[in-house]
């Protein structure tokens, strides 16, 4: 089955830097790739996605970039801000009828005034 | 807006109880999801359903089973709950917007269980 892989587990970066967050999957039939984002004490809520046939997706100061040969994709945080704290979690999906997505581990952002 | 509700936000129960947490959405989406997030593993699938008293087995299903007698409503059971169980416990839903758009999975708040 898919295993998702997610790095770093712990990121810390100053305000207004940029923050970058890899994840690695292992089933080249998956083909549909989301970020969610879970702040403190609150329900993980989707923030991007990016399907197998593009390979970038913006919105705003976060975009995902997707490398299906290497099979790895990213999310990329630009002019981060105290509210980008939480935790991030990359999926993979073969978005298919009842699939599921499988999650990576997590990466705790802290972004530091 | 997509709800996802779960009965409880904290659960406190002792080792042996039979342990039940209810989780119902309101968008009449066929697919749903019960997940247990633990520190450094992220989310893990613990069992699905794709429809009505339809149940699949996720990724850690040892120590628990579930109900779906009807397509609002997907239950977790831990039939007798040990310490290592403790856990938060997601619910979740998938939304499928289409073959251009993908899906998006809506959460509950979560259900964090302590076994003592």
């Known amino acids: 089955g898919e295993n998702v892989e997610q790095h770093p587990s712990t990121l810390s970066v100053q305000e207004g830097d940029s923050a970058v967050i890899k994840c690695t999957y292992s089933?080249?039939?998956?083909?549909?790739f989301p970020w969610y984002k879970q702040e403190l004490g609150k329900r993980p809520q989707l923030i991007i996605d990016?399907?197998?046939?593009?390979g970038e997706k913006k919105d705003q100061r976060i975009a995902v970039t997707l490398n299906k040969t290497a099979k790895h994709f990213s999310l990329h945080i630009t002019e981060t801000q105290p509210e980008d704290s939480a935790v991030y979690f990359c999926a993979a999906s073969m978005n298919n009828y009842g699939q599921n997505f499988v999650f990576g581990p997590g990466t705790r952002l802290s972004v530091l005034p | 807006d997509v709800k996802v509700t779960q009965s409880s936000r904290y659960l406190v129960k002792r080792t042996g109880e039979k342990v039940f947490l209810e989780c119902v959405q309101d968008?009449?989406?066929?697919?749903m999801f019960w997940y247990r997030q633990d520190p450094g593993l992220g989310l893990r699938l613990i069992y699905f359903?794709?429809?009505?008293?339809?149940?699949e087995k996720g990724d850690i299903p040892e120590g628990y089973s579930v109900s779906r007698e009807k397509k609002e409503r997907f239950s977790l059971i831990l039939e007798s709950a040990s310490t290592n169980q403790t856990s938060m416990y997601l619910c979740a839903t998938l939304a499928e917007w289409g073959q251009t758009k993908g899906t998006e999975a809506f959460f509950g708040q979560g259900t964090r269980l302590t076994v003592v």
């Open positions: 990016i399907r197998s046939n593009v």
């Open positions: 359903s794709y429809d009505v008293k339809m149940k």
């Open positions: 968008m009449d989406h066929e697919n």
């Open positions: 089933d080249s039939a998956s083909n549909y």
